[in-house]
């Protein structure tokens, strides 16, 4: 997204650029035919889902057939490697290997050129035994039959040169110095491979052979396959997200041909490389929960996001945020509390909606007196809550549906209460902040002027409609195509209209926002088979059971810190995906309802990107404010620290997740809310309007711990705290050149 602008309307502040699009450091910029190409190409690929998921021929959510591919019927399996397939091509024809571009040491350039041409006919060949095997399948020869006859051409006709072009490439993508404005060779060639492994893959899972998957009996080349369709995902998920994930992915893979050699929990069978392979690309793996929701809700999703884009509504979304809470003291910085919820929910990552809207709030922030690691940190906690937000939550809550089974309804009324004590407290952090530094809010002339903001307010129609079709019993696709629609619709309402050109244009903005979540799903089932394939998830449920049986609380501490480790510096979906397969199913056996063990693990999965070490949302607003990226993570921890308590509390009061009579959850909200307040206040250090000792601090955090349990007992004793911070405040205050003094003792 390019750096958003703030121009002058009337003396205001209005934002402008909130929905550019993000131009990252090794994207490709093409020009001419090269960019109208790729522009087609990223919006057939976004329409095509589109299309297939509304009703070409489909039938439920069980398998999708399309009437114009009567050879290639594409029920789910080969929907969703079609759909990887897509983003791997189009993700290595847009993004480099490198950082920069033409920085590769090569001492002759037409070597490596001669070297890429030669790639090339070696992967078109695996491309050409591919459509040969098709064609001989669909003719008839079913493979028992011809194994003797054709097994060691599909080695040598498909397996060997699949690997030699697909590794290949991959050395030879180092040493390229095709300029930031051509396609590099190299990178065509892992795109005709991506193309072989899904040719290959669509063919053999028509047929029988996907019920021998994880078995001797499994055709070689699905093993072959396997092996360069990993290699892909790995290095395209390495060029749009960096090394964490597939450092961790690594690992993973690694385990699984060493964990014979491990003791204890860690040790696993020993695992034949073709069984490994033949499985791994499957829905016990890349084709699994992950890429079942980046096929479906998620591409949906990041469409609906594409057409706000397109008809400018983030935009509005901003200016309204700043009209509403920007008279405030420490205004830009409960602009951006507002902002990045909104624009967050939709995002998907904590990390590009930092970059969204963080250009336009951060420096508004230290501009009006934040600390430049403050204004980051604030931002990234924001941005990060936008992550919980009821009802998209990044795309986290239809991931939780797929891997729960729980209606999506359902985990999307249970994070209300959650989502509202995370913002309330960040607030209140930042409100806190604001009066300890003697903050006012903007000037009114500074400002977007609120009535014309409420006459716009047929822009969030798009988000209405989605919201009233989601619990009205649509289905999300239904819901989620409704909304798109009206997004086009009430774009006519404003200087934006969307015609022809502008969806074609919204269409390839999904196209290109897609690759990186699908990049990062498929990767994530990279991790899902591994512990499928091991059993290493039902070893570590037993530890934690084990632990369970010494203190459960130290068992839910351990799943948190784990959850957090495996998240670190991955986007929101891969982190909840792979803490969901090793933490979630060992909280289930602790007793602990299914619904709060996936809402354990998904906020502390989310909650990752602020914690230091790792933390992507954190670095990401130190960039932009200029500040040292471990102190801003370190702030950003702070701010969010709410975010980190309530979680435990969904084992104690299960009322905090809508469990339970309205009574029961309005007295568990209302008595939360004071909690994060309490806390809020202890943490900053500011209470009734002044500042607090240390030890009116610990009492003010001690009843905020009380408040937020929810029980008759602890709200009594949490009042009764609160009451004695109360009067210990007004007898003791902090005086100048001294740590504390007694009213009235001189």
């Given amino acids: 997204m390019s750096e958003s602008a703030i121009r002058t309307d009337d003396q205001a502040i209005v934002a402008e650029g909130i929905d550019d699009e993000t131009v990252e450091a090794n994207r490709r910029l093409f020009s001419g035919w090269r960019a109208l190409l790729i522009a087609s190409l990223a919006a057939l690929y976004a329409a095509f889902h589109m299309a297939a998921l509304n009703g070409l021929s489909l039938s439920g959510m069980t398998g999708i057939e399309l009437s114009f591919l009567p050879s290639f019927p594409l029920e789910t399996w080969n929907f969703r490697i079609v759909h990887v397939a897509g983003a791997l091509f189009l993700g290595f024809m847009m993004f480099g290997p490198r950082l920069k571009f033409g920085d590769a040491a090569v001492s002759d350039k037409a070597l490596s050129q001669r070297i890429a041409w030669v790639l090339l006919a070696i992967a078109t060949v695996a491309c050409a035994a591919a459509i040969r095997i098709a064609v001989r399948i669909q003719d008839g020869a079913m493979w028992n039959g011809i194994a003797d006859e054709y097994r060691n051409p599909e080695i040598y006709f498909f397996g060997i040169p699949l690997l030699i072009a697909t590794f290949g490439a991959l050395l030879l993508g180092w040493l390229d110095k095709t300029p930031r404005n051509r396609f590099a060779l190299s990178d065509l060639v892992l795109g005709v491979c991506a193309i072989a492994v899904a040719l290959y893959l669509v063919t053999i899972y028509g047929t029988l052979m996907r019920n021998s998957t994880g078995t001797p009996f ?194 999307a009324v249970a994070a209300i209460i959650p989502a509202v004590l995370y913002f309330v407290s960040v607030y209140f952090m930042v409100d806190f902040e604001a009066a300890k530094l003697g903050m006012r809010g903007m000037r009114e002339d500074g400002l977007p002027k609120l009535g014309k903001m409420l006459r716009q307010l047929y822009l969030f129609i798009p988000i209405i409609i989605l919201i009233y079709a989601l619990f009205a019993g649509y289905s999300v696709i239904r819901a989620g195509t409704l909304a798109t629609m009206a997004a086009a619709v009430v774009s006519w309402l404003t200087p934006y209209r969307m015609g022809p050109r502008s969806i074609g244009k919204a269409f390839e903005i999904a196209g290109v926002m897609s690759i990186q979540i699908i990049a990062v799903c498929a990767c994530a089932g990279i991790i899902v088979g591994v512990i499928s394939l091991t059993g290493v998830g039902a070893r570590f449920s037993s530890l934690l059971l084990g632990i369970a049986d010494t203190s459960q609380l130290l068992a839910l501490f351990f799943a948190m810190c784990i959850s957090i480790l495996l998240g670190m510096g991955m986007p929101t979906t891969a982190a909840y995906a792979v803490a969901a397969s090793v933490v979630a199913p060992g909280l289930v056996q602790l007793g602990i309802p299914n619904l709060t063990a996936h809402f354990f693990v998904f906020y502390f999965a989310v909650l990752s990107a602020i914690t230091p070490p790792v933390a992507l949302a954190s670095y990401a607003a130190a960039g932009i404010s200029g500040a040292n990226p471990m102190e801003t993570s370190v702030t950003s921890f702070k701010i969010g620290i709410a975010a980190f308590i309530v979680p435990f509390m969904f084992f104690y009061n299960g009322a905090l997740l809508m469990d339970g009579v309205w009574y029961e959850v309005l007295r568990a909200g209302i008595t939360a809310i004071i909690g994060v307040f309490l806390l809020s206040s202890g943490v900053q250090g500011w209470f009734v309007g002044k500042r607090a000792v240390w030890f009116v601090r610990v009492i003010l955090i001690a009843a905020a711990l009380f408040m937020i349990e929810g029980g008759l007992l602890s709200d009594g004793i949490g009042i009764t705290l609160v009451v004695a911070a109360v009067a210990v405040q007004k007898l003791w205050s902090p005086a100048p050149g001294a740590s504390i003094r007694v009213r009235g003792a001189d």
């Fill in 218 to 411: 499994a055709p070689i080349g699905i093993s072959l396959a396997a092996v360069a369709g990993v290699a892909l995902i790995m290095e395209l998920t390495r060029r749009v997200t960096g090394f964490a994930l597939i450092v961790i992915a690594g690992i993973f893979l690694v385990y699984v041909f060493t964990g014979h050699l491990l003791p204890g929990f860690l040790n696993s069978p020993k695992i034949d490389w073709a069984r490994f392979f033949s499985q791994v690309y499957t829905d016990a793996g890349i084709l699994g929960p992950t890429t079942a929701v980046s096929s479906t809700y998620i591409i949906l999703f990041i469409i609906f996001a594409a057409f706000l884009q397109a008809s400018k509504v983030g935009d509005y979304f901003v200016n309204f945020a700043f009209a509403a809470a920007g008279r405030t003291r420490g205004g830009p910085a409960k602009v951006a509390i507002f902002a990045s919820g909104l624009m967050g929910m939709i995002n998907g990552t904590s990390a590009g909606n930092v970059v969204a809207t963080g250009s336009l709030t951060i420096p508004l922030m230290k501009k009006v007196g934040y600390h430049r690691k403050t204004a980051g940190a604030v931002e990234a906690a924001a941005s990060t809550g936008g992550q919980i937000m009821p009802p998209i939550m990044g795309a986290g809550a239809f991931i939780m549906a797929e891997i729960t089974g729980i209606a999506y309804t359902d985990i």
